[in-house]
């Protein structure tokens, strides 16, 4: 038998980590065909024994630190 992945869309803020409610940067995608959401902290937490249940994990905690700097004009301060 084989498993067709399709690619998961973008987490978004209306994603919720199942474990605290915060903001979820991971999906596990289970062999089950079920899916968890992690927040980065529960992600890294409980990383270990998710690789052994996941079909696919989709990480996108790099968003964190990735930071777009606004700076305002010299009229604007």
């Given at each position: 038998?084989?498993?067709v992945l399709?690619?998961?869309?973008p987490l978004t803020?209306a994603?919720?980590c199942d474990?605290?409610g915060?903001?979820a940067y991971l999906?596990?995608v289970?062999a089950?065909?079920?899916e968890?959401?992690?927040?980065?902290?529960?992600g890294?937490?409980?990383e270990?024994?998710?690789?052994?249940?996941a079909?696919?994990?989709?990480?996108?905690?790099?968003r964190?630190?990735?930071?777009?700097?606004?700076?305002a004009?010299d009229?604007?301060?």
């Amino acid at each position: 038998m084989t498993t067709v992945l399709t690619p998961a869309s973008p987490l978004t803020a209306a994603d919720r980590c199942d474990r605290c409610g915060a903001q979820a940067y991971l999906r596990v995608v289970l062999a089950s065909g079920g899916e968890l959401l992690f927040c980065a902290h529960h992600g890294r937490k409980f990383e270990p024994e998710l690789k052994k249940i996941a079909v696919e994990i989709q990480d996108e905690s790099g968003r964190l630190s990735s930071t777009t700097a606004v700076t305002a004009t010299d009229d604007e301060r």
